[in-house]
C-alpha cells in the first residue's frame, strides 16, 4: 500500500496542496466574492466528511494531511493567480501521481481532486440575479473543470453525467 512515506517531503507537499489550490481555482472563476467564500466553504466541507469517512491507503493520508493544514484556515494565496496555480498543483499532483507505484490509488487520488473541482463549482448558482435562473456551473467553471481534469491526467465529467467507473 502506498502512504505518503513513499514519496519525498516536496512530493508531498504538493499533493497535500492541490486540493486547496484546485477548490481556489474553481472558487476564482465565481461571479462575487459571496459566491467564492460559499465555494471555498463548500472545500471545507469536503474535506471534512471525507477525513470522517477515513479512506485508507494514498488518499486517506492526502485527506488527513490536508484536513490538518486546514485547521489553521485555508492556505493564504495572496499575490498569486488563484487559477493559474490551481491548474500548475493539478499538474504537478498528476505528474507525481503518474510515478505512483499503485495504479488503483493514484486514480482514486485523481478522482478526489477532480471531484472538489465539482463540488466547489456546484455550491453556488451562477449568473442569476437575485438567486433567480443562472445555472448551476457556469461557462466558466466548466472550463475550469476541464482545465483541472486536463492537468491531473483525469476525464472531467460533464454536468448531467454519471462518473465512469
Known amino acids: 500500500m ?4 513513499s514519496f519525498s517531503q ?17 472558487a476564482s472563476t465565481a461571479g462575487s466574492s459571496g459566491q ?5 466553504g463548500a472545500f471545507v466541507q469536503i474535506v471534512e466528511q471525507a477525513a470522517a469517512d477515513a479512506p485508507a491507503g494514498l488518499l486517506g493520508d492526502i485527506v488527513a494531511d490536508t484536513y490538518g493544514r486546514l485547521a489553521g484556515g485555508l492556505p493564504d494565496a495572496r499575490g498569486s493567480d488563484p487559477y493559474m496555480g490551481g491548474i500548475e498543483a493539478a499538474r504537478k499532483a498528476g505528474a507525481i501521481l503518474d510515478v505512483q507505484p499503485d495504479p488503483a490509488e493514484a ?3 485523481r478522482a478526489w481532486y477532480l471531484s472538489i473541482a ?3 463549482a456546484e455550491a453556488t448558482r451562477e449568473g442569476g440575479v437575485l438567486g433567480i435562473g443562472g445555472e ?3 461557462q466558466f467553471e466548466r472550463e475550469a473543470i476541464k482545465a483541472i481534469a486536463d492537468a491531473l491526467g483525469a476525464t472531467a465529467v460533464d454536468e448531467g453525467e ?4
Open 36 to 40: 467564492t467564500e460559499t465555494e471555498l
Open 136 to 138: 448551476q456551473v457556469s
Open 118 to 120: 465539482q463540488r466547489v
Open 2 to 5: 502506498t502512504n505518503r512515506e
Open 107 to 109: 486514480q482514486r487520488a
Open 10 to 26: 516536496e512530493q508531498w507537499l504538493a499533493l497535500v496542496d492541490a486540493g486547496p489550490a484546485i477548490a481556489r481555482a474553481i
Open 162 to 165: 454519471a462518473p465512469a467507473d
